[in-house]
């Protein structure tokens, strides 16, 4: 390939019958660009899209049995070198314009006299002819040209922005569309507009006029081999036809078709109505709606830096990035755990196993792991209770009310079951997993080592935020775990059950001052024998909520012995308000308690952290915001993956090579496969987030595409490309939903 610098010096013009732009609803604007070879070094803009180089850039038909990237072929001679391969043939200029300025200029053509050969010039001659007037080999031409011609009413007069090749007289190329194709084939024989552009998807217009342009323009500069490089390049394919594209007919059966897009115009077409038939026709895109999502200013969102229960922005995209990483992790090799049990593999202890010092459940020791299920792919986790024996089936009952609690403050339980797959007998209840969750335990009363780096063993995400935890907890974080487990306990209790895990190792604090009570159900099931009256274990879980307040508040497991209570009572009243004595005192007293009576206690700080919760809500619909562009390109590169290089579809190897596939795959170099100047891969993200942004927006802002081989380029619109995209893929969605309902998607009618 030759490396030098081309110099872009004209743009050519490719004409198209007029009507048929009428029912397009896209458009390409095609350039022939024709270069001197090494004369001058490239502009800055073929030096962004691709190495330049010296030749004639075009866009031609390929030979269908040739592949699109086929090796160029040897041009032929070109002018000057002394061959006239053309003196016998008439001029092409003559036939348009009824002479030749280059007649007495070099003009190798012959040039009749008017009278004696020039035929008269059509409407449609200056530039586009009907397909009745063109000559019959025409006709299969036509044929293998995938797109129906559409000249839009500014862009013959106005100068795209953002491509500085382009120019009024800029010819347009519309790739193909379901309504289009159709059109394609029908005749046109009304004039254009005198500064119309035209399609070069009209085929025969094109392929035809391609060297007279050129003759007309640069004294046959250009040769035909030449331009069938160009034509392998853009890789149409005559064979196209055999495929019965069903968009054509169907295209408002399609679950994106959305009837009120119909009289979507966002860019201004539609208000020239005479280039409009009919309207362009959308379908309509999952988020197709958005453009940049608009975000409420960040000082209007209270306490954006730091909410009570949602973190600063960058801490909380490192959490929930850390619980996904942990929640793929996998255990170390050798732990003999069991591969798979009642439909859970990849099993991960969440705790040391086979440890002695490990503290018992009733009368049974108890790991817990994270396993995924393998109906839903989900992590949960299950609590194993070692060696249990089931007596009764009647002991799961409890397992059934607890699996049909929705709380926040409750870890939610899903199933249970027993096992022989760890070698014992082995009852395994299955919970919500909350990644990184840990104990209000290991939170905030285990002893702090002083390094900054703690040991944890399966945590090492665990601890980042203890080392901020001061030792005594302040005062609304005790109030918000107070109204949490308060209210966990208020659904309970209500239920007719007690929660019987009112613990600091059974509550785990899930993210930032939220917490929820785990492991429900496993002891109803371990004591079904010595079932005892609901009332008597209700009062026992306000007793262990006042213990528990005891060891926040002191931060000692032993705080709420009775030995140990005149102690903490005093702590208590050192360092936190009278109401949280009032309340401790309340709940560890002998009288009769109720959870509405705390309730009603507490009610001044259930209203605050009422408050907290809606902010949080507001706080997370501003950080989703900002992640919906996430999804939306990522929507996009997922439809780049389905298209580009698929090895065959529609009976067709060279599917994803051809037609609008074509300009996907263009794009895509233009995106992704960009080099610079010493031919080094540019990889800047900056750029695809902007194209992939302008994409999904679909703007009229112009780029140009240059084949792999830079014989030929294309100066598209993002709008072209992700029209031309939204066909691919409702191409590929319809064979799907064909081959589902049992239609053969590639069959006529
Ligand atoms: N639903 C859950 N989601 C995520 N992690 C959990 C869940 N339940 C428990 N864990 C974690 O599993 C680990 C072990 O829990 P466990 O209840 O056994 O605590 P423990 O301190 O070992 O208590 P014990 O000493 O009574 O066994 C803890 O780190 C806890 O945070």
């Known amino acids: 390939m030759n490396s030098t610098r081309g110099f872009v010096n004209r743009c050519v013009l490719v004409f198209a019958p007029r009507d048929d732009r009428t029912q397009c609803s896209t458009k390409l604007l095609a350039f022939r660009l024709v270069a001197s070879a090494g004369q001058q070094t490239a502009g800055a803009v073929m030096a962004f899209f691709s190495r330049p180089q010296s030749a004639a850039v075009k866009i031609v038909k390929p030979n269908s049995d040739e592949g699109a990237l086929r090796p160029k072929q040897t041009p032929p001679p070109r002018k000057g070198s002394g061959e006239t ?105 009304s004039p254009p507009p005198a500064d119309s552009v035209h399609s070069i998807a009209a085929a025969s217009s094109i392929l035809r006029t391609e060297p007279e342009d050129r003759q007309q323009e640069n004294g046959h500069e250009l040769q035909p081999d030449a331009e069938q490089n160009g034509h392998q390049e853009y890789g149409y394919q005559t064979g196209y036809e055999d495929y019965n594209y069903q968009g054509a007919q169907d295209v408002t059966d399609s679950p994106y078709f959305d009837p009120n897009q119909l009289e979507y115009h966002p860019h201004g077409y539609d208000h020239d109505a005479s280039y409009f038939a009919h309207p362009p026709m959308f ?220 613990d600091v190792s059974k509550i785990i604090v899930t993210s930032q001052n939220r917490v929820r009570i785990g492991s429900c159900g496993i002891i109803d099931v371990l004591l079904y024998d010595t079932q005892q009256d609901a009332s008597f274990l209700q009062q026992e879980d306000l007793l262990a909520f ?51 009576h705390v309730l009603e206690m507490v009610k001044g700080r259930i209203l605050a952290e009422h408050d907290e919760a809606l902010m949080a809500t507001d706080r997370l619909e501003y950080e989703l915001l900002g992640e919906l562009e996430n999804a939306r390109l990522f929507r996009l590169i997922c439809k780049f993956g389905f298209i580009n290089e698929r090895p065959e579809f529609a009976r067709d190897a060279r599917w994803s090579e051809t037609g609008d596939r074509y300009i996907i795959k263009l794009f895509r170099d233009y995106v992704f496969h960009q080099i610079d100047e010493h031919g080094n891969p540019v990889l800047d993200l900056g750029h695809v987030l902007t194209c992939l942004n302008k994409l999904d927006a679909g703007t009229d802002e112009k780029m140009m595409l240059v084949a792999r081989d830079e014989q030929s380029c294309l100066v598209v619109s993002y709008k072209d490309v992700k029209t031309c995209i939204a066909n691919a893929f409702d191409e590929l969605m319809r064979a799907t939903t064909a081959s589902q309902t049992g239609k053969d998607p590639y069959s006529r009618g």
């Open 546 to 596: 006042g213990r528990l307040i005891y060891i926040l508040c002191t931060n000692n497991l032993s705080a709420a012995n009775q030995q140990n209570m005149p102690k903490s009572i005093d702590a208590v009243k050192r360092l936190y308000s009278a109401d949280v004595q009032t309340l401790a005192l309340y709940l560890c007293s002998k009288m009769h308690k109720s959870i509405e």
């Open 85 to 189: 391969p053309y003196n016998n043939r008439q001029c092409r200029n003559v036939v348009i314009y009824g002479h030749c300025k280059f007649q007495d200029k070099g003009c190798t053509y012959l040039h009749p006299t008017q009278t004696a050969e020039v035929p008269e010039p059509t409407p449609s001659s200056h530039g586009t002819r009907s397909k009745q007037q063109e000559p019959p080999t025409a006709s299969p031409l036509a044929q293998a040209i995938n797109a129906p011609a559409f000249v839009p009413p500014r862009a013959a007069s106005r100068p795209a922005e953002g491509s500085p090749s382009l120019t009024p007289q800029a010819a347009v190329f519309v790739p193909k569309t379901p309504a289009g194709i159709a059109v394609a084939r029908n005749t046109a024989a």
């Open 283 to 502: 379908l309509r895109q999952p988020l197709n709606y958005l453009l940049y999502t608009p975000s409420m200013p960040s000082q209007l969102i209270r306490n954006t830096i730091n909410t009570h229960f949602v973190p600063p922005s960058n801490d909380l995209r490192q959490i929930l990035q850390e619980r996904s990483e942990t929640a793929r992790g996998v255990a170390p090799a050798g732990l003999g755990l069991p591969e798979e049990l009642q439909g859970y593999h990849t099993l991960v202890p969440l705790e040391p196993t086979g440890n002695a010092e490990r503290r018992k459940m009733v009368n049974w020791h108890s790991t817990v792991y994270r396993a995924i299920n393998a109906t839903d792919g989900l992590p949960y986790v299950l609590r194993r209770v070692e060696n249990y024996r089931l007596m009764h089936q009647a002991a799961f009952a409890p397992i059934e009310l607890w699996s049909q609690i929705q709380h926040p403050g409750v870890v939610a339980l899903k199933e249970a079951f027993t096992t022989k797959s760890f070698n014992d007998s082995s009852l395994v209840v299955v919970y919500a997993y909350h990644p990184n969750a840990k104990t209000l335990y290991e939170a905030h009363v285990k002893p702090k080592p002083q390094t900054q780096q703690q040991t944890v063993f399966y945590g090492r995400h665990h601890h980042r935020h203890q080392q901020q935890q001061t030792q005594v907890m302040p005062e609304n974080t005790l109030w918000s775990y107070i109204v949490q487990i308060a209210s966990a306990i208020k659904k309970v209790h209500e239920r007719g059950q007690a929660v019987r895990m009112i």
